[in-house]
């Protein structure tokens, strides 16, 4: 396998070197800066040449448009609610042409624009590039993905990541950040599959706890398999969650936000940007924030204190280098969950029947859990030409978990020792988590946008390096009483108590693994017309599983290859296309250990693999005003890994998951702004055992689910700066257990409905917010049932100078 590995790796080089040396400059490059009437750097600012090409200026002001044909073009910068800027600029084959362009607006009035909502189509934010790891528009990639933006965060008033997510189509909360070791984050359902938000910025951000919104730029979600970019490791079958953090630009600016609502929410956070040398070429930012909530249940808490220098460095035209760090620190009680028997026939098929009590946690803020978290990434980017850019990027995680994790567990058969055959009593368990995971990820990607002969190539070539370490010293878990929702009664939910019942239990011994996986990856987006384009892309990942100990049984190796195909057709330029996909994701699969024939026997497994066939198309109408995507999906997994019986597994198991997606972010005039998007998804088990053949799986979450999000702030007149806020979400009906054996428990459909208002005036800005505005009773789940939270109140006021 390693001779296939090393035979590709020269592959790829000869094409790299290959692509080179046949790039034609048969066009020019336009680039510049703009700038309001005080010198000061405009972000988000529109630049066109009116039916050849469009950007958006960055946070530094600085834009480029590539590939233009040669010949003279009038360059446009524009922000709705200002007067555009306008300037011509000649372009000969192969050079650079450079035209900066200053608005008749000061700094501030642009700062007052987009507060205001002037800005057109503020929640739409899709030109990215992490979802093809290329410079490459929406309607030019052949992939679905969903990306919510900063500015719909703050006009929600969104103060933790779940409520964040909750804004993009086709994802849905199984359950909460647990804390535990390993797997603490969160979970959500995508297209029929479990996932987690385990990518920052396009790299290894894992974390055992929940993540923090300070610092979030926008969330990408990217649908479907993704094997071919982005491995197997962190994503999953229905996609990957990606979260792009706020970077330096070249302005000073401070903002401090302070809210405070319901269950004793206190929270400040601070954004600080500004130049550190007199060239602007060093520029640092830093965020950060103090986090303090309780539960709306009778116990519970969650504080947090947060941290996220970045640095950057233009050392000159070509070599530049950025440094970004986080640093969570963070403690609390687990959410509550009850889990379901997985073995036995449930009690109860219904929540009436359950007698569950979700104002209870059944615990107490004595049994806390810390989650600090560290992420560290720094990369150098070059340009080696005006066709071909180098980057390279490492990057480093530490996760812990270390206190006391507890849940609820339905099929207690006895209370002392007296049977238990009605519904209401549940049991609880108890461990003491000592867990670390650590990781390191490496890459070098060279990215291309150059022709050969007549025809326009994006390539991206890269090799990548991953490592992580699972460090565990955790307890086993021991039983700590039993409870029965329907009997008060004082129960001693001392640190003391849990740790006299953990010894019962006992320790696991401290275990150690390590998994590495050694990448390359290809990527090409050929124009075959310039409305007609191709992507064609592959990767080989080669899996290395160090065991459990040092045993050479324990130890694997397995190589995988994923490829990835897409058409785009635009039947009007830079506005509407329709676009096919296929795509494959995979699962390396670690040794394990089962039994056979009575004895243990380590035994390996084939990769998972997934595959995609998609269709739909894209739209960005009426400059820029309406953006959207309709897509429908069929994605087949096979050679699934399935669970036999108590330590015993077999390979061989399919599932297929099929769908119909839809979004429409529009901004229909002025202040007004609409984010929207339905999901429909049916997922089956079709090869499997006969407790779940034919069923729905547990991960995929409802089968129907709708967001919307209306936003109005008044551009002008005396009440200039006044915005209201009204949407919601809802969810079919889910079956959070659906075996033959053990039955089928499903949790009702609901509907979530939220409003906000908010007023700018000057640096100052005020909001409220209302979540839950009916005091809707509603839970999720996954074998599990997890209570949410009811009506909820929240104010803010913020200052920015």
Do not use: C
Request: charged letters at 15%; hydrophobic letters at 35%; a neutral charge.
């Amino acid at each position: 396998m390693l001779k296939i590995y090393k035979s590709y790796l020269s592959t790829i080089a000869m094409l790299f070197i290959g692509l080179v040396s046949f790039a034609q400059e048969n066009t020019g490059t336009v680039k510049g800066s703009i700038k309001t009437s005080d010198g000061i750097s405009a972000e988000a600012v529109e630049v066109t040449i009116k039916g050849i090409a469009n950007t958006t200026a960055d946070k530094n002001g600085n834009y480029i448009l590539k590939n233009i044909p040669t010949g003279t073009y009038t360059v446009t910068a524009r922000l709705v609610g200002l007067a555009p800027a306008s300037g011509q600029v000649t372009v000969t084959a192969g050079s650079i042409a450079v035209l900066d362009l200053a608005l008749k607006a000061s700094n501030q009035q642009l700062k007052e624009v987009v507060v205001s909502g002037g800005k057109k189509n503020k929640y739409f934010a899709k030109e990215s590039q992490f979802v093809s790891k290329m410079p490459l528009s929406n309607l030019e990639n052949p992939q679905v993905y969903s990306v919510i933006a900063k500015e719909l965060l703050a006009d929600q008033l969104v103060t933790n990541f779940d409520d964040a997510l909750r804004n993009a189509p086709g994802i849905d909360k199984l359950w909460s950040s647990s804390g535990r070791g390993g797997d603490g984050a969160g979970y959500f359902s995508l297209r029929g599959f479990a996932v987690q938000p385990t990518l920052v910025n396009g790299l290894p951000g894992l974390t055992n706890g929940s993540l923090d919104v300070s610092n979030v730029e926008r969330i990408e979600v990217l649908k479907g398999p993704s094997g071919t970019l982005y491995g197997s490791s962190l994503i999953s079958y229905g996609g990957l969650i990606n979260t792009v953090t706020k970077q330096p630009f070249d302005n000073k600016m401070v903002e401090v936000n302070y809210t405070a609502g319901s269950y004793g929410l206190n929270r400040i956070t601070a954004d600080v940007n500004t130049p550190l040398d007199a060239d602007h070429k060093v520029l640092f930012r830093m965020n950060a924030a103090y986090h303090d909530e309780s539960s709306f249940q009778d116990a519970g808490f969650r504080k947090s204190r947060f941290f996220a220098p970045s640095l950057s460095y233009k050392v000159n035209e070509k070599l530049s280098f950025l440094f970004n760090a986080q640093f969570l620190i963070s403690e609390g009680t687990n959410p509550t969950m009850l889990f379901f028997n997985r073995s036995y026939p449930l009690r109860t098929t219904t929540l009436d029947g359950l007698g569950y009590d979700n104002r209870k946690s059944y615990t107490s803020n004595a049994l806390s859990m810390s989650n600090p978290v560290t992420t560290v990434q720094a990369q150098m980017n070059y340009k080696i030409s005006d066709e071909w850019n180098s980057q390279i990027i490492v990057s480093r995680g530490t996760a812990k978990s270390k206190g006391y994790y507890t849940y609820l567990f339905e099929g207690v058969a006895s209370v002392n020792n007296v049977p238990v055959s009605g519904n209401g009593i549940f049991s609880r368990y108890i461990t003491n988590q000592n867990s670390t995971t650590e990781t390191t990820d490496i890459q070098q990607n060279f990215t291309g946008d150059f022709k050969i002969g007549n025809m326009r190539n994006r390539v991206v070539a890269g090799l990548d390096y991953y490592l992580a370490t699972s460090i565990n010293n955790s307890s086993n878990y021991a039983l700590f009483g039993s409870v029965n929702p329907l009997v008060s009664a004082a129960e001693n939910l001392t640190s003391q108590a849990a740790d006299n019942a953990i010894a019962t239990a006992g320790y696991g011994g401290n275990t150690r693994s390590t998994q590495s996986i050694y990448s390359a990856y290809v990527s090409d987006v050929f124009n075959i017309t310039p409305a007609l384009s191709a992507m064609a892309s592959l990767r080989i990942d080669h899996f290395r599983n160090a065991g459990l100990s040092v045993a050479a049984a324990n130890r694997y190796g397995q190589t995988a290859l994923s490829p990835k195909f897409g058409l785009v057709y635009q039947v009007i330029q830079d506005q509407l296309s329709v676009f096919g996909n296929y795509m494959n994701g995979f699962k390396n699969v670690a040794p394990i250990n089962q039994l056979v024939g009575g004895a243990n026997v380590i035994t390996t497994f084939d990769p998972e693999h997934a595959n995609q066939l998609e269709a739909g198309i894209k739209s960005d109408l009426f400059d820029g005003k309406l953006s959207g995507s309709l897509s429908y999906y069929d994605i087949k997994v096979s050679n699934i890994v399935l669970s036999t019986g108590l330590n015993q597994y077999t390979q061989g198991g399919d599932q297929y998951s099929k769908g119909f997606e839809a979004q429409i972010i529009a901004n229909p005039f002025d202040g007004f702004n609409i984010i929207a998007g339905y999901s429909k998804n049916k997922s089956k088990l079709t090869n499997a055992g006969a407790n779940v053949q034919g069923r729905r799986p547990v991960a995929a979450g409802p089968e129907d689910l709708v967001n919307l999000w209306l936003s109005y702030k008044i551009t002008q007149g005396a009440a200039k700066g006044l915005g209201f806020g009204f949407g919601g979400n809802y969810a079919g009906e889910n079956n959070i257990v659906n075996d033959a054996t053990v039955g089928v428990f499903t949790l009702p459909s609901y509907t979530i409905l939220n409003a906000s208002a908010s007023y700018a005036t000057g640096a100052f800005t005020f909001g409220l917010k209302l979540d839950n505005l009916t005091d809707k009773e509603y839970y999720k789940g996954w074998t599990t049932l997890e209570p949410m939270r009811p009506r909820t109140f929240s104010g803010s006021i913020g200052y920015r100078f």
